[in-house]
Each structure stands twice: as C-alpha cells, then as structure tokens.
C-alpha cells in the first residue's frame, strides 16, 4: 500500500514542529493534496504486564508484556511505510515479532516497531496485540515504554503523539520467592517497620535538626513581643536579610528582642563553618559563626526553633548551643541532562539545601542526553545538544529520550541555561554559603556532545572551513564494538584524537570564565569518568596511533594518559580534578573476573573520587580508594541515590536498579562503617576504613538522576524527606547506637535516636514547609495498618502527621475522621495521611469484618 497520501493532521504536526510561522514542505503539500491512512492522534497505544493466569507458572526473568494499539480513525493503518517510536529506560528485546509487527532498537533507549512482510494493516476500529517478553524485570511503573510517537515513512520528519495508556502495575507475576527485595510491602509489613519508633510528646522531640553538636537548655522563654532588632556586623547583609525574612510578619515593628550577629572564634571549634547560638529572656538573640557561613547556619538553627507559623504568642526558649559540621562537604546532586529542570527549580533546591545546612551543589549538566549549559564559541553544543526530538536527518536534534517524545519544544527533554542563567545560579548559591561544582562528562556518557561537535564538523567542511575538525571528539574509522549503560553504541570522546584535548581545553575554559563573571572563582570541576563500556576505543585507528606514539600497551593505559591530559587542562585553568570512583580505580581482573583496584598513578594528584558503587563485589571500594590516598567523597548507591524507589510496590515511583531506599535506609548510612548491618558473610574480606583512610573521606552526598524525573513534583517526592536524613548524617557525629558494642544497648539507642528523628520531622520540620508556603510536594508515605482483636491499629512512619479513615470503602479525604486509636468500624477501612495544607498522601487498605 502506497503511503504518499496522508492524513491532514501530519501537516499541523509539521508545521508544529518546525516551529512558529513555518511552512509545510513537499511532505506537508502531499497531505494537504490527499488523505487516506490513520491519523496518528487518533491511535490508542496501551502497555500493560502481562497477568499470570490463575495456578500458572511463569518463568523467572524478564517481565511478559504487551503492546495494544487501537485505530479510532476512520482510516486503515496500512501495511507498510510507517513506525511506531517509543523510549524506554530498560532493554528491550530488538528483533522480537507479534501481530506482524518488528521490534527494533534505533539507538540508546529509543525503539520502533514497523510493520513486517506479513502484516496486513489495521482496519477502523480494529486492535492488534503485540506481545513480548521485556528484557528486564519491571517491577516500577516509570521502567515502562514511554513517548510513542507515528511517523509515516511519506513525512520522515513529522511525529504525531499517540494517545498512550500505561495499565497501573498490580502485583508483578515474576515477582522474586519471599523475602526477595522485589517483594511487595503490604500495610501489615508498614505498620511493623513504622513500630520500630515512637510517638513522642512535643517536648520530646529534639528542638534542632540537623543535630548540633552540643545543645545546652536554659530555664525561662524569650517573647516575641514584636520583630527582632537585627543588628550585624560588617559583611553579613545577606545574613542580616535571612534573619529578617525568619520572623512572622504580623509581628508588630518594633518591640522586640535583639538579634546580634557577628563572625568571631567559636571556642573549641576550627570548622570555618561553627557556630554559637545563645537565646536569654534578658539579652535577646546572639549569633557568633567563625565565618559568616557559621552565622548563615546559626540563622537556619534559629528558624527550627522558632514556633509553627500562626502560633497565637510566639517565643522561644533559652538555651546555648556550640555547633560545627562533621563533614566539610555535604552535598547533593541534580541531573538536568536526562531531563532538563529550569533555572527556578534549581533555586528552590538552593534553599532547601541551605534550610538542611547542605553545602555543596553537584551540578550534572552534560550526559548522553543532554548538553544543559551555554558555552561561548560552540552553539552547537546548546542548539543540537540540548534539544530532542523527532528527525529524520543526522545533526539536527538530539533523538528523543524518556518519554520526550517527537516534540523539539518538550521542556523536559529540551533546554539550557544561557550563560547569564549559570551565573545567577552561582550568585544565588554563594549568597547561601553552597558551592557549586559543574559537571562535564567524559569519555563516556558524551554522547549530546559528541554529536553536536560532528554536526559542527560537517557544517564547516561544507562551508569550506579549514577548522572543521577542531573540536571533533570521535573518529570516524572507529570500528569498536560496545554498548554503554544506556545502550548506546557511539557515546564516548575519543582519546587519540587532539581536537578532543581541544574541544575538553575549550569547555574548562568558559566554564571558569563563568565563575569568574559571577564573582565565585570554580577550585575544583568533575570531569566525569564514569561507566565507559568495555570495549571502547579498542578498534580505533585514532587511539591505536596515539597508544603506539607513547608507548601504551592496554586501553587502561590510553584511559590513564586521558585523565593525565584532563587533569593538565584543568590545573591550567587554576583548578582541581574531581570525578567519579573510575577516576582513581584501574580495571584488571582477579581469578579471571573484572575487578576495580585503587590505581597508583594519580594519588597524588589532587584528585576527589565520589564513589558510588557500593554493589555486590565493590562494597569496599570506597574505602580501599581512601586507604590508598585518594581524597573521597561517598555516595552510595544503596544507601543515597534518591532516583532510587522507596519499595518494590507498584505505585512507587523510581528506579531500582541499585537498591531500594527507604527513609531508615538513609539514616542508618554510617560513613566509616557501611557495612555495619551487612551480613557477616559479605563483611567477611573486605576492607575496612583505616585512619588515614577516614582523614580521606571528605564528605557525603546524595544523587538524584533524573531519568524517571520529568516533573519538579518528582524532585520533591525523590528528594523529600530522605534528604533530610542526609543532612543529618552529614553534620552531626556517629550517633550513639553506631558504636555501642552491646547489641541490646545499641537497639535501645537506635529506638531513641530514630523515634527522635521521624518526630521531629512529623511534627516540626515537614509542617513548617507547608505553612510557610515553599509548595514542596515532598512524599507522604501510605500508612501501615494492622489488625488486632477485631480493631485496625494505623500508623505511620513520621509520628504527628494527621491521619483519616473512611470505613465504607470512600477514599479518605480532608474532611475525612481523624484516626485518634484503634478503629473500631466494621468493612473496608481506608487510611491516608495529610499534610497541614490538606494534601493526602497515598491511601492504604484493610479488611474488618
């Protein structure tokens, strides 16, 4: 069947994609000539699992799936002469066949299906089912395909969205035996996980969080009788407004106590980021930092003392508090390269990470998907690397990826910072004592700059230019064969070539250019190294040549002089390396087997390793890098990458590729001990954290890629409240059941410390969000319920946080009873929580009969 008529849609979607005031092409004429085949917007795409039939079994591995596609036109789907674009997270099984339909990969995680010899069309009204078997286990929703889009082989360049339907996961059917980590969580196993810890009275409830290093009381209450007269000394205006903003402003103008800040000698303490915080009903407020960072978080002390917004006479107490962090890095990452996140999402992390006493912001600005910052010199990099979308020609756009669909204009998998973006960014985290350090990928996960520099390479070579191949990155007669993480087969900068040294020379360059402007000079840029595939470089002229002239025998030895000429660019430029564990590591094998070892050539670079891979094998590999000498900051993936889901359960949102990360995941992270609660079976051989290594550990940080993130409300839900428990492993010290001896003792301090913890947020931290209006979406957590002699027990895993039930079967809502105790009703007894603005959480269920 001929496809050279189409639909008159395809012409609106070209002249969509093609932007404002554009024309149709050849294509576009033809559609508006003749119509004929389905109208792509009238397709209904459906993806579900693939349920087990009563007292079937189903093979273990992998997840049966299928594809249903529905023609509500009044056209056929002909039998030739289009694909089925979609993009998925996961493998997916290329080659695979159903309904007479193929399975293909195009690239990375972007796939088609086209239809094959023996496929007939799909008439009006008609649905097919393409069945397949998924590479991988999907247990969470965001692992399902995403972004289908038609295109009609007639109009190569026009995709149409399809309608798209992803059935909620039920109860996966190749769900792991019992007790596997991809078991579901019922309310019952909630309720007892939310029973390790109490509810505790408010003045019970530690007053500070993070915890400060020491916290004396005193015996009477400071009024506020009217907004505090703020008097600070020179260099503290930022400081002076953040006190300013602290207090409510129905609070008469004047009348109020004093509030003193200064930068002094915090008695004990060396950490340029102590301070002392004293509150007396006679002498007001008096905030001392060494630093005016010290004073910036004496502020935020401050604020968690001060009463819930709307308290009817607001005061606080007395007390002296001495306080300095454990760590002099803590930090956390965003990824806006796999899904972009604008200038003002950015800011809002800002201010929760100074709120928590965070210190450094990890920026991920590049990756195979995205080139996310502005460089003087090389629009490229922004015009192709930082947009996706649907086309048919090389070096136009990047291709479309998790779920961005066709649309070049999609605003999550399009968009950048201009230069004047980055800058108010570095403005805005200096002036909340946060430093930013930028992040370039390389060699691997380059995939965004790869293309747009070969897209600069061929418009110049047209034009003529003698510089085409100035910032080339990949050699065109590279003949390896690899697949990266992601599935790409082209996504790393070539190491033989100079003009990578040049474009890599180039980048360091603006970007420190950048900080300066800003008037925050950049010490240290990450400069990647993570996760090149096995195999890259191997058949490459380019590399071989350029191994042969220095006399490298291994492509470990090539990776080994890349990062010596990095690391040379970047202390040109005035700076240090940092970059992931691959940075400080050397592949090699043991037994046969690929290993990582601490490689000796770089320990006394300078370099910052942040290791993440905590996984079976490399539980220590964080701490032989430190016991080597190597300056390390860790960020296990186990323990706080918040991309991960919080539990197996269906309607979680995440990934779980590494792990599954609840909230006591995060807050049982001890840093020099990692593997405390591991089984004696995987402690055994490995090595633990000596004290020159412990001196190596810089800090800890927390990672949020955003491959499953199109939606700020995401962040918040990932990040929130687990960043909170970061915080508090990053400045206070080893609480006390981290180093009792005595299993008993240390299970009665865990209780304490924990119950503690989760009230504090329950009853202060969380709410003070919601009432002072930050509109952070943070996750409320379903609560556990259980039966017990006729009644439901509810509970939840932050004390404090309201809950209500219906009993008839209703959703729960605002209105709803509050849960007060047992729940004596009768029939389907539901349950959520509630935040202070009303926002319900997800609803858990239970029988009473």
């Given amino acids: 069947m001929s496809c050279s008529a189409l639909a008159p849609i395809l012409v609106a979607a070209l002249l969509t994609l093609a932007g404002p005031g554009a024309q149709a092409g050849p294509a576009g004429q033809a559609a508006v000539q003749a119509g004929g085949v389905a109208n792509g917007a009238k397709l209904q795409l459906r993806w579900e699992m693939q349920r087990k039939p009563a007292g079937a079994q189903l093979p273990q591995g992998g997840s049966p799936a299928r594809f249903l596609l529905t023609n509500g036109d009044g056209q056929a789907l002909p039998a030739a002469g289009w694909s089925l674009y979609f993009t998925g997270i996961d493998r997916m099984p290329a080659g695979a066949r159903s309904a007479g339909l193929v399975l293909e990969q195009v690239a990375g995680g972007l796939f088609r299906l086209r239809p094959g010899p023996d496929f007939t069309g799909l008439a ?68 007892w996980r939310n029973a390790r810890a109490d509810l505790l009275p408010p003045a019970g409830v530690p007053p500070v969080l993070p915890t400060p290093l020491r916290l004396d009381p005193g015996q009477g209450r400071l009024a506020l009788a009217g907004q505090p007269q703020v008097k600070a000394s020179a260099g503290l205006a ?35 980021e102590a301070y002392r915080l004293t509150i007396g009903a006679a002498k007001g407020i008096d905030i001392v930092g060494n630093s005016a960072a010290g004073v910036a978080y004496g502020l935020q002390t401050l604020r968690d003392l001060l009463p819930l917004p709307g308290a009817a006479a607001p005061d606080l107490p007395e007390l002296s508090i001495v306080d300095a962090p454990r760590f002099g890095y803590r930090g956390f990452m965003l990824d806006v390269a796999r899904n972009f996140h604008d200038k003002q999402t950015v800011f809002k992390w800002l201010d929760l990470m100074a709120r928590f006493k965070l210190n450094t912001f990890h920026f991920h600005l590049t990756d195979d998907e995205g080139w996310r910052i502005e460089i003087a010199g090389l629009p490229e990099l922004t015009e192709i690397g930082a947009v996706r979308g649907h086309s048919a020609r090389p070096g136009v756009r990047l291709q479309p990826a998790y779920g961005s669909g066709p649309d070049p204009r999609d605003t999550s998998g399009s968009g950048h910072y201009t230069r004047a973006d980055y800058k108010d960014i570095l403005r805005y985290a200096h002036a909340r004592h946060i430093t930013v350090i930028p992040e370039i990928e390389m060699p691997g996960h380059a995939r965004a700059a790869v ?64 900080h300066r402007e800003a008037g925050v000079p950049l010490e240290t840029i990450h400069m990647g ?95 032989r890098l430190a016991n080597a000498g190597y300056d390390i900051v860790l960020t296990p993936v186990t323990r706080t990458y918040f991309d991960m889901a919080h539990n197996a359960n269906p309607e979680e949102h995440g990934v779980n590729w590494g792990a599954y990360v609840e909230l006591d995941t995060v807050y049982d992270f001890i840093p020099f001990d990692m593997m405390k609660d591991a089984p004696v079976a995987v402690r055994a051989g490995t090595d633990r954290l000596t004290d020159y290594g412990k001196r190596r550990v810089r800090g800890i940080q927390a ?79 379903p609560p556990g319920l259980v039966l017990d002699k006729g009644r439901v027990l509810a509970n939840h895993v932050l004390p404090g946080m309201l809950l209500r039930y219906t009993s008839d079967g209703s959703e729960p809502t605002a209105a709803s009873t509050p849960v007060t105790g047992p729940i004596a009703e009768r029939g389907t007894i539901r349950v959520a929580a509630f935040d202070r603005k009303g926002r319900r959480g997800p609803v858990a269920s239970i029988e009473s009969r």
């Fill in 124 to 191: 009006p009204g008609q649905t097919l089912e393409f069945a397949y078997r998924h590479s991988d286990a999907v247990f969470m929703p965001s692992r399902s395909p995403s972004g289908p889009y038609l295109v009609y082989d007639a109009a190569p360049d026009a995709g149409v969205p399809l309608r798209y339907e992803v059935v909620p996961l039920a109860e996966p059917p190749q769900r792991g035996v019992a007790g596997s980590p991809h078991s579901a969580v019922s309310p019952e196993d909630t309720y």
């Fill in 238 to 272: 930022s400081e002076a407004a953040l006190a300013r903003s602290l207090f409510p402003a129905s609070l008469p103008a004047t009348g109020g106590p004093s509030l003193q800040l200064g930068v002094g000698k915090v008695d004990g303490q060396a950490s340029p």
């Fill in 451 to 514: 293309q747009a520099m070969e897209a600069r390479y061929q418009r110049l070579k047209r034009a003529g230019g003698r510089e085409a191949a100035r910032y080339l990155l990949n050699d065109f007669d590279d003949r390896s064969e690899y697949t990266s993480a992601q599935y790409f087969k082209d996504n790393v900068i070539n190491p033989g070539l100079e003009s990578s040294y040049a474009f890599i020379d180039h980048v360091v360059r603006e970007m420190a250019a950048l």
């Fill in 529 to 623: 190294g993570d996760e090149l595939a096995n195999g890259a470089w191997e058949k490459s002229p380019a590399s071989h040549a350029m191994m042969q002239k220095h006399g490298l025998e291994t492509s470990a030895d090539l990776w080994d002089y890349f990062y010596e000429r990095v690391d040379a660019i970047v202390r040109k430029h005035g700076m240090l390396t940092s970059g992931w564990e691959e940075l400080a590591a050397r592949k090699t094998k043991l037994d046969g087997a690929p290993t990582l070892i601490p490689n000796p050539r770089f320990t006394r670079k300078g370099f910052t390793a942040y290791v993440w891979n905590n996984t079976a094998g490399a539980e220590d590999l964080a701490y």
């Fill in 703 to 781: 990672n949020l890629f955003s491959e499953s993130v199109r939606d700020p409300a995401r962040i918040d839900y990932l990040v929130m409240p687990r960043l909170a428990a970061l915080a508090e492993r990053a400045w206070a010290a080893d609480p006390g059941w981290a180093t009792a001896l005595d299993a008993d003792k240390a299970a009665a301090l865990h209780r304490s410390a924990w119950s503690g913890f989760v009230n504090a947020l329950g009853q202060r931290v969380l709410p003070r969000l919601d009432l002072e209006g930050t509109g952070l979406a943070y996750r409320i957590a």
